[in-house]
């Protein structure tokens, strides 16, 4: 294999710019070119394609976004969109590809590598919702950002004896909220993984101000619901207001934390050795600390589920 394709996908992630940079080092010590593919499948399709030496990612490891841009194509989940992303590759001499982006971009993957183009996933997404790897690019960082609002929160929540609600990222996914809720300390953290027990977050509450404290902060993923009827439901219930933080997209951009840094760094130098080694369909990731690589369709099939321990453990640190 003489030359791969990279390209970023769906939902940006900080410690995408640290994958790529890896890509291509990696790509030019094995003596392979690497072209990036700008606005992910949408840039596919209209062959928006540039290439990339080692000096092209000199200084971008440490900057959040993707600087190759990312997009989400209709026209990409079409037989025809993908019959031109595939002509498009072909005539440009890729013969593997490199795609950094969350579930939905590893479907557009699978379609690719049944066509005959060899893919590897590598899992970017601050939601960490993917199955066969402990984490993913960006959720460390988002996690970060998240405590970092949240213990900004507490201050004026001590200080006024507060009720706050901070709503984090997570459609589907209590990940964010568990991780960022048992760090910064939050006496209740709801997620879609768990059912809303309204009247365990009120008993919480209530403990609190027996013992005198008179602040609270309350972490609620999105995939629960809004915020606001979470107030409003605390309300009806405690006669107590409640102030509500939705910290949506500051969650995504920002610096890659080292932590983020070094699993990007890693997984992109991993996907392009088995790429290189003839493997297709393939999804890197991590598993306690070792690089491992799984089946892209297996890992869709899965779902990544909630430590139950670390659930409990919030439960019991919230007392
Ligand atoms: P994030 O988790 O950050 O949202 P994602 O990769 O899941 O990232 P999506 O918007 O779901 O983001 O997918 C990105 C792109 O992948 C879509 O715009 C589409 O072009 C392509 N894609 C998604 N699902 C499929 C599918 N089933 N078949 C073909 N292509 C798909």
Do not use: W
């Not at 440009?92 to 049944?114: N, Q, R």
């Amino acid at each position: 294999m003489r030359t791969i394709g990279v390209l970023t996908s769906g939902g940006d992630a900080p410690g995408m710019n640290a994958a790529i940079r890896a890509v291509v080092r990696q790509a030019a010590a094995l003596n392979m070119e690497v072209i990036g593919i700008a606005r992910g499948y949408a840039g596919l399709i209209q062959g928006d394609f540039r290439r990339l030496n080692t000096g092209a990612v000199a200084d971008i490891i440490h900057r959040g976004g993707t600087i190759l841009l990312t997009a989400r194509s209709e026209e990409f989940r079409t037989e025809a969109g993908r019959a031109i992303a595939l002509d498009n590759l072909r005539r440009e001499g890729i013969e593997g590809l490199v795609v950094i982006g969350g579930d939905g971009s590893f479907h557009g993957a699978v379609h690719l590598a049944k066509k005959g183009m060899p893919t590897v996933g590598i899992p970017g997404t601050i939601d960490n919702d993917i199955a066969g790897t402990d984490y993913t690019i960006g959720f460390d960082t988002a996690v970060n950002t998240a405590v970092e609002a949240i213990n900004r929160i507490r201050d004026t929540a001590t200080s006024h004896e507060r009720i706050f609600i901070i709503e984090v990222m997570g459609r589907h996914s209590g990940q964010i909220a568990l991780a960022a809720g048992i760090a910064g300390g939050a006496e209740s953290i709801l997620i879609p993984e768990y059912p809303v027990d309204y009247d365990q977050v009120v008993e919480r509450i209530e403990r609190g101000r027996h013992r005198g404290k008179l602040h609270s902060i309350i972490v609620v993923a999105e995939g629960v619901g809004s915020a606001l009827e979470v107030s409003r439901e605390i309300g009806k219930r405690t006669k107590l207001e409640s102030r509500v933080t939705i910290l949506g997209h500051i969650q995504r951009g920002g610096a890659p934390t080292a932590f983020d840094c070094l699993l990007a760094s890693r997984l992109g130098a991993h996907a392009v050795k088995l790429l290189a080694s003839g493997a297709s369909s393939r999804m890197v990731g991590i598993a306690a600390n070792e690089l491992v690589d799984r089946d892209l369709e297996t890992i869709l099939q899965e779902k990544k589920t909630i430590d139950p321990d670390l659930y409990r453990l919030a439960e019991v640190l919230a007392l």
